[in-house]
């Protein structure tokens, strides 16, 4: 039997906890390897945009073909805004209007 | 401890945090809404996991019904980074009751975690340079928790906003849901990169995480990702000076 999402997300709590506690309780002044460092910073950076995109740009285990090029150019608008801006909000409303305006003119 | 110094300073500290959180916690809460988790659902994971990135790594595979081990390891991965920001913060903690440090591990995040620790590396170079006595592991926890739990407060509060907001959307809609999350995300990256090696693993992972995705709709994606970012990371290290 597949575990209810609660149970889930109850895993997913443990983990995290054990992630930040652990070096509270035994590796206190354990210096970090910056090669190590970098490592974990570009897993992070790699598994958040494999999902930016995969979120955007498949239904399910179909790629949305119609959607996929008005998404890429609201995306291209977030991402020029937050740049220009350097405010990831403001990015994301310019680029959530644009995604709007985009789908209802496609409808 | 609340009503401390530090704690108060650590609150007054939090404030640009608090900012940043409210649309990301406010964009989760829509897209849980719009991806068909339950409010108790994504309100409850804000509470006990608190990590904007996993989480929001998630929501779509948790609402799908994916594999829990692609869940949890998802998380691990995403939430790896907490190891070194742990580690590097333990130093200043020290003589701390461990029951407070089981506690108050629960409030280290990203964003929670670079205000301390700058102030408290700035402290002890001042303390170091006059011959003063550095701030205690007490006093230094207060402020971090002044800035931990009440960011967490923002966080939890933020999804359980952006969810109702979500349920009074009228239709037409839905590719707000859709967009929301992933385009914070995609602009926070866009930000926060400054390394080409690190501009080059997201542009990599962005493009091929789609056919890696219909390749193997469970875990083509995370594959691809663990496998680009530890290339560019392998050539990174080989090309930097000894």
């Not at chain 1, 979120?55 to 179909?62: D, V």
């Not at chain 2, 530090?6 to 500290?13: D, N």
């Not at chain 2, 926890?141 to 923002?154: D, K, N, Q, R, W």
């Not at chain 2, 349920?167 to 859709?178: A, C, I, R």
Request: net charge positive; with cysteine; charged share 15%.
């Amino acid at each position: 039997m597949a575990p209810s999402r609660l149970t889930i997300i109850v895993g997913m709590a443990l983990v995290s906890y054990a992630l930040r506690v652990i070096p509270q309780l035994l590796l206190t002044g354990w210096g970090f390897p910056p090669a190590w460092d970098r490592y974990l910073r570009y897993l992070a950076y790699g598994l958040v945009a494999s999902i930016v995109s995969t979120t955007l740009f498949l239904s399910g285990a179909r790629f949305d073909v119609a959607a996929a090029p008005r998404r890429t150019i609201a995306l291209a608008i977030a991402v020029a805004v937050a740049v220009m801006t350097r405010n990831a909000a403001a990015g994301m409303l310019i680029g959530t209007i644009a995604a709007l305006l985009l789908s209802w003119m496609a409808a | 401890m609340f009503f401390s110094k530090s704690f108060r300073q650590g609150v007054k500290a939090a404030v640009p945090v608090w900012i940043a959180f409210i649309p990301s916690s406010f964009a989760l809460g829509m897209a849980a809404k719009g991806y068909g988790l339950r409010w108790e659902e994504i309100v409850l994971m804000s509470a006990l996991v608190y990590a904007g990135p996993a989480q929001y790594a998630v929501v779509e595979p948790l609402a799908a019904g994916k594999p829990a081990l692609q869940i949890l390891i998802a998380t691990v991965l995403m939430n790896l980074r907490f190891l070194p920001m742990s580690a590097t913060m333990a130093p200043y903690f020290r003589g701390v009751k461990r029951t407070r440090l089981l506690w108050a591990s629960h409030f280290i995040s990203a964003s929670s975690f670079v205000l301390p620790y700058v102030r408290f590396q700035k402290e002890e170079k001042e303390a170091a340079s006059t011959g003063t006595a550095a701030q205690t592991g007490d006093d230094n926890l207060s402020f971090f928790l002044g800035i931990g739990m009440t960011a967490f407060c923002v966080w939890v509060a933020g999804t359980a906003v952006g969810y109702w907001a979500a349920l009074s959307m009228p239709p037409g809609f839905e590719e707000v849901l859709k967009f929301i999350l992933p385009a914070y995300f995609a602009c926070i990256l866009a930000i926060d990169l400054r390394e080409r090696m690190a501009a080059a693993v997201c542009i990599l992972c962005f493009v091929a995480a789609v056919p890696a995705a219909l390749w193997n709709t469970d875990w083509g994606w995370m594959i691809t990702a663990i496998a680009i970012a530890t290339v560019v990371w392998r050539i990174e290290e080989w090309r930097r000076p000894a």
